[in-house]
């Protein structure tokens, strides 16, 4: 029974932020790498986990995780890139933001921000900016996801290409080690391409999850952003790309 619950406790540490470790998990329990790597390794057969070199990460493959427990995945990171982001953003600015759990983050983070002009496909961040009186709203058609409340489809992209928004601030499912920008459903990638080819400025949020999780559908690549951010520096490799690209990397 014991082991039973220090597994539930190792699954809430995983989804809360995105991976766990042998040795700081030993160190929480207070019982031996050993053990640890036997209740990683059940986890893992039961498919609640997946294990990587020295612990392991929450399983991922051609389906996303639940919008409530990505709400919850990494939050307080979540909340470091989105107060950086919004910082960079100004009063007097158009903005898109799309589906995500970071970018509701960045949205709750506008809320102070003046004569702001935000378009968006997710109806979450519609209704935390209709509580800023000097946000003018405007929801983008489409089709319900009843899932995450987002709009996506080719109604959604049609509305898109209608603007020139000074920002768009854009989430996404994964980064490999290419530098690709990934998600998992293929219309909301749609929108996401259109948001980039139809904004002068083009910023990524994404925390360090996002690292180690694989998604199937390709968005597009750090050099078409103009900044990313993040809470914790990248792999270097994808650093070194991202300096030859001209995209900035900001540390929240």
């Given at each position: 029974m014991a082991e039973n619950f220090r597994q539930t406790d190792i699954l809430e540490i995983a989804q809360t932020e995105g991976r766990v470790s042998v040795d700081d998990l030993a160190e929480r329990f207070n019982i031996s790498v050993q053990t640890i790597r036997k209740d990683l390794s059940e986890l893992a057969d039961s498919g609640q986990l997946k294990r990587v070199h020295g612990g392991a990460i929450l399983p991922s493959g051609v389906t996303n995780i639940g919008y409530d427990e990505r709400r919850e995945l990494n939050r307080a990171a979540k909340?470091?890139?989105?107060?950086?982001?919004?910082?960079?953003?100004?009063?007097?600015?158009?903005?898109?933001?799309?589906?995500?759990?970071?970018?509701?983050?960045?949205?709750?983070?506008?809320?102070?921000?003046?004569?702001l002009m935000v378009v968006t496909n997710n109806m979450n961040i519609a209704q935390i900016l209709s509580a800023n009186p000097d946000c003018e709203v405007i929801v983008a058609g489409g089709t319900l996801r009843r899932s995450d409340g987002g709009l996506t489809g080719p109604l959604t992209v049609q509305m898109i290409q209608a603007f020139k928004f000074?920002?768009?601030?854009?989430?996404?499912?994964?980064?490999?080690?290419?530098?690709?920008?990934?998600?998992?459903?293929?219309?909301?990638?749609?929108?996401?391409?259109a948001i980039i080819d139809r904004s002068r400025e083009r910023f990524l949020v994404a925390d360090t999850t996002k690292f180690t999780r694989p998604a199937p559908v390709r968005i597009a690549s750090l050099k078409d952003l103009t900044r990313f951010y993040t809470d914790a520096q990248p792999a270097m490799g994808a650093l070194e790309k991202c300096m030859r690209w001209g995209t900035e990397v900001v540390v929240a």
């Open positions: 909340t470091r890139i989105a107060k950086r982001c919004a910082a960079d953003i100004p009063d007097n600015a158009s903005i898109f933001l799309n589906i995500g759990t970071s970018t509701e983050a960045v949205a709750r983070e506008l809320l102070t921000h003046r004569n000074d920002y768009a601030v854009i989430g996404c499912s994964a980064l490999d080690q290419d530098g690709d920008i990934l998600d998992f459903d293929i219309q909301e990638v749609g929108v996401s391409q």
